[in-house]
Nanobody, 125 residues
């Protein structure tokens, strides 16, 4: 059982930066991908960024150029560097892990099998 713990959320003014971290209790050779998702009040959860076991990344159009996903060498911690934050980035951010590849998009929450509890990001304008 993989446990994911997010940290780094908080409140920031528009234009500011935050760096989220997600630490996995276990990284196995079958971990295909890790991703960041977010859910704003009244909205569906959406994919933000992903990084697969080969280091390939993908981003939602709304964050491309502003957010960067990365992982440490041990691949047990995934980061989301968020720059030029906007009020519309306000949401609960979740980390997720996929242990096999269904062939779908890594920005699709249905591709993931383990989830963290989330960390709140609030951007004030």
């Amino acid at each position: 059982q993989v446990q994911l713990v997010e940290s780094g959320g908080g409140s920031v003014q528009a234009g500011g930066s935050l760096k989220l971290s997600c630490t996995a209790s276990l990284y196995t050779s079958s971990t295909y991908c890790m991703g960041w998702f977010r859910q704003a009040p009244g909205k569906e959860r959406e994919g933000v960024a992903s990084i697969d076991s080969d280091g390939r990344t993908s981003y939602a159009g709304s964050v491309k150029g502003r957010f960067t996903i990365s992982q440490d060498n041990a691949k047990t911690t995934v980061y989301l560097q968020m720059n030029s934050l906007k009020s519309e980035d306000t949401a609960m951010y979740y980390c997720a892990s996929a242990v096999y590849d269904d062939g779908g998009s890594w920005l699709d929450e249905n591709e993931y099998h383990y989830w963290g509890q989330g960390t709140q990001v609030t951007v004030s304008s």
